[in-house]
């Protein structure tokens, strides 16, 4: 009986990490996507700003806190 309860406390615990490891890869795609998306509508394209393409040659010069955001 103990050897059941740990099983399954085991299954438990490997599961659950299972679906937070797979919601967190998901969320980062969703934010680079919305973020780096140049067209909004078949026809109106939306310029990048020029700081966004220094950060991107440059990402060395972004503060901390937004190399995370960024995930470089």
């Known amino acids: 009986m103990l050897i059941m309860r740990r099983i399954f406390l085991l ?3 490997i599961s659950i990490l299972l ?5 967190t890869t998901g969320e980062a795609e969703k934010r680079a996507y919305h973020f780096f ?3 909004r509508r078949p026809l109106e394209c939306v310029h990048v700003p020029d ?3 220094e950060a991107l040659k440059n990402p060395f010069m972004l503060c901390p806190d ?3 955001q960024l995930e470089f």
Do not use: Q
């Open 66 to 68: 937004d190399r995370e």
């Open 11 to 13: 299954t438990l615990c």
């Open 19 to 23: 679906v937070m490891m797979a919601s």
């Open 51 to 53: 700081y966004i393409k």
């Open 37 to 39: 998306r140049l067209r």
